[in-house]
């Protein structure tokens, strides 16, 4: 081995801050996270629910198909006129017309259809009921899609109410496209609602339980806390709770699964509600992770809904109740619901968060009545405010301002980037304060699946950690996605319908979480290279003016070199563009103009613009080396409501900061750009809007944390090698307790390339390998391979 060229120092007895509950995951029902994904259900439909308000290609009878078989007619229809129950009205009616070898109905569950496996056993449930003229019994099959069976069971449907019917099926062949048949003969009608099929093997064995093999790969990671259900899938939604496409509402998500309503999920798809708030308290103690439930605070800022403050009592009694429901005794209301449904210890809830990725007036107006509501019954509850989906800016800022005058306890930041983006952006919350509310990092990833990103999440999350100070809590998101149903991506675990794996991502959380320690101990690097970076370089090269779904009209543009005083004025030049879909649609579109290209690096680009048509707004590109580098001011963006400065770098986009904004058709606006070096300031109207800098990455020689694990007396070391070659460090402990040699447990993800991915194919090509050794004396020599994260346990006692 070579000479060091640096040494980490462990001052093994300089205590820092506690890592409390640091990093947890975070769960949303997006991606089919739950139903078709975490949620054992194999019945997609099941209740006949499916509803163009969850997709416009959805009706009641999606995944279900008739089946008539030698010679078999019948009819099937769906009604709602005598439903098992006032939430979930609908039902199948078959119909027989003629017996033949079987008519009935059949399902295709989720992905390539309902997995199972030779050998495994499965829980079938029905309700049904039946007409006078029906007594045939009812045949209920597990059928490739040729027919071949592959298990099967008879009931007896025998009464004309609605009744469940269960029956367990065993399987004697591995099937991962099957369907559930359920086919009978006779004359007559049955009617079937709430069809289900489990495996019995759920993780734990629970009934209504979970998938075992993903449940299990969330266990594996050992997180502190589970933040749930979502994401936008909270606040996104109308104000009533009994509507279709009500926001998140806990209350209908517990309780006997048929009569939980069916709802619209906002990424488009039916949730079933069947995996609720018992079920997720109840994984969440399976998993030993702290629960974190997010509730709406009576605020869509999608859609602009808001609750009257006058009526947003029940809002807030929702919340209080979702504590009592947690941890109440016996002797209360929600407790005594609680122990009801199985749990009669509680649950130990400590954190509540109101809103998700919020912006605007009207919901921190709102949230002071549920802080203040919350605090004086539950006052030793840990409270979470919001400041919107981005990392910097008004709303960001607004958010912060919130938490400090309510004195929130946490405040939840979100913030998907490139990784390049997490690695300039390391010493993010060196400057954040010990006494203020502590950072919720609820929502965060680099754009990517590869072996790179997961690196940069893991110098990112050193960062995290060296400052428990001031951050209290952090999940990378979204954790689960269903490959045949991509909502959002990248995501921490990837599954189809009977396969599941963890990304480099997934392997970096792992080792942070196993390795968490509980308080921070004093690190130093001393000795190594200075930090490298990109050479500094100026934000210059083209500028375009652009559109988005819109069209714009710019003039009297300029661009003024604030050094020299030189002035570029383009006389006449206007640029007319329309991306609209009328205009797509006629082959007319045009959606961005080139203007100019510039050396200069301090200077002030300004304009006109107008709207003329569409929902969106204006794009100015600056610093363009080509379309996926460069960065660009939206004004109008998503829902035409936000101002935005975006950096761009290898076709991944960070927004640097944004606040509120919307564009109004025919209106002229006066827009300036200065940008200073790497500092960039625009102004609307005269007005400062945004002032940021488009940091650029610097490379540390090398990342490091250290922490203790009090449970076992262990030293942990965390190091994270960015570079593209081996570190040799001297690795030294101060004022460890004498001892003759001492075992150290090293774990290291190394030896990949940057572009490298888990897969289907190979779910374990980028996994941790734990070499472990022993060291005399106080310190050792080690070689960081090139790209690696390396953590170190060293062992007390003394071996
Ligand atoms: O994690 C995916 C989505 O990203 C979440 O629903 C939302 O909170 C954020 O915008």
């Not at 089946?67 to 027989?96: C, K």
């Not at 079938?124 to 059928?143: G, H, K, L, T």
């Not at 869509?300 to 609750?307: M, S």
């Not at 921490?492 to 990304?503: D, K, M, P, S, Y």
Request: glycine fraction near 8%; charge should be negative.
């Amino acid at each position: 081995m070579s000479e060091a060229q640096g040494k980490l120092t462990i001052h093994t007895k300089q205590r820092g801050a506690e890592l409390g509950d640091l990093f947890g995951i975070f769960f949303e029902d997006l991606n089919h996270a739950a139903d078709g994904g975490l949620y054992a259900e194999l019945v997609r439909n099941r209740s006949f629910e499916f509803d163009p308000i969850d997709h416009p290609d959805f009706h009641a009878l999606t995944n279900w198909e008739k089946v008539e078989r030698g010679g078999g007619q019948a009819e099937l229809r769906i009604e709602d006129s005598q439903p098992m129950n006032e939430r979930n009205r609908h039902y199948a009616v078959i119909t027989i017309r003629m017996a033949g070898d079987g008519v009935g109905i059949a399902n295709s569950g989720f992905n390539s259809g309902i997995p199972v496996r030779v050998g495994e056993d499965y829980r079938f449930s029905f309700y049904a009921r039946r007409n006078e003229s029906f007594s045939e019994p009812v045949r209920i099959a597990i059928e490739s899609k040729a027919g071949v069976v592959h298990g099967e069971t008879t009931v007896v449907v025998d009464s004309s109410e609605w009744r469940k019917y269960e029956a367990v099926i065993s399987v004697d062949e591995t099937n991962y496209s099957s369907r559930l048949t359920i086919t009978t003969g006779g004359s007559g009608s049955l009617y079937v609602d709430m069809v289900s099929l489990f495996p019995l093997r759920t993780f734990l064995g629970r009934t209504n339980g979970l998938r075992e093999d993903i449940a299990t790969l969330l266990a594996e990671l050992k997180p502190k806390f589970m933040r749930f259900p979502g994401g936008c899938l909270v606040h996104d939604g109308s104000l009533n709770p009994d509507d279709r496409n009500s926001m998140y509402r806990w209350k209908n998500t517990i309780g006997p699964v048929e009569q939980r309503p069916s709802r619209r999920n906002n990424w488009r798809y039916n949730q079933t509600l069947g995996l609720g708030y018992y079920e997720y308290f109840q994984f969440c103690q399976d998993i030993g992770a702290k629960p974190i439930p997010i509730l709406p605070g009576g605020y869509d800022p999608h859609h602009k809904r808001i609750v009257p403050i006058d009526e947003l009592g029940p809002w807030i009694d929702d919340a209080l109740d979702l504590i009592e429901f947690a941890n109440g005794d016996l002797s209360t209301e929600w407790g005594a619901i609680r122990a009801e449904l199985g749990h009669p210890e509680p649950f130990g809830l400590e954190y509540i968060g109101i809103g998700n990725e919020e912006v605007g007036e009207p919901f921190f107006e709102r949230y002071s009545y549920f802080h203040q509501a919350i605090k004086a019954k539950y006052p030793t509850m840990k409270i979470i405010n919001s400041s919107g989906p981005f990392a910097a800016g008004g709303e960001y800022e607004r958010g912060w301002q919130s938490a400090r005058e309510n004195g929130s306890d946490l405040v939840d930041e979100h913030y998907y980037q490139s990784p390049e983006w997490f690695l300039a952006n390391f010493d993010r919350y060196d400057g954040f304060k010990a006494d203020e509310p502590k950072v919720f990092l609820g929502e965060y990833a680099s754009w990517g699946n590869t072996y790179y990103n997961a690196l940069a999440e893991a110098a990112f999350m050193i960062g995290l950690e060296r400052n428990a100070h001031a951050v209290g809590l952090a999940c990378y998101a979204p954790m689960l996605c269903n490959v045949d149903y991509v909502n959002w991506k990248p995501d921490l675990i990837w599954f189809n319908n009977h396969e599941v794996f963890g990304t480099a991502n997934y392997y970096v959380q792992k080792l942070f979480m196993h390795h968490q320690g509980d308080r921070l101990l004093r690190i130093e690097a001393s000795g190594f290279e200075k930090p490298q970076g990109i050479e500094a370089k100026p934000i210059n090269g083209a500028i375009e003016l652009g559109t988005d779904a819109s069209s714009v009209i710019y003039s009297n543009v300029r661009i003024v070199n604030n050094d020299s005083g030189e002035e570029r004025t383009f006389t006449g030049w206007t640029a007319e563009l329309s991306d609209t879909e009328k205009a797509r649609l006629a082959g007319t579109a045009k959606q961005s103009a080139h203007l100019c290209v510039t050396d200069w690096t301090n200077y002030t680009l300004s304009m006109t613009a107008k709207r003329t048509d569409g929902p969106r707004g204006f794009v100015i590109s600056f610093g363009c080396a080509d379309d996926d580098n460069r960065l660009f001011w939206e004004i109008s963006g998503w829902q035409n409501q936000d101002s935005m400065i975006s950096s761009r770098v290898n076709g991944r986009n960070s927004c640097l900061t944004q606040s509120l904004f919307t564009v109004e058709n025919d209106v002229t606006y006066e827009l300036a750009l200065e940008v200073s070096g790497r500092q960039i300031r625009s102004y609307i109207n005269g007005k400062l809007i945004h002032d940021t800098e488009d940091k650029l990455p610097l490379i540390q020689p090398i990342y490091c944390s250290s922490s203790v694990d009090d449970n076992f007396g262990d030293t942990i070391v965390k190091v994270v090698n960015m570079q593209d070659v081996a570190v040799y460090a001297d690795i030294a402990f101060e004022d460890l307790p004498e001892a003759g040699g001492r075992r150290v447990e090293s774990y290291e993800l190394s030896g990949h390339s940057l572009k490298d991915e888990n897969s289907f194919e190979q779910p374990q090509k980028i996994v941790p390998v734990q070499r472990d050794f022993s060291f005399e004396g106080s310190s050792f020599l080690h070689e960081f391979p090139a790209h690696s994260v390396t953590v170190f346990r060293v062992k007390m006692p003394v071996v």
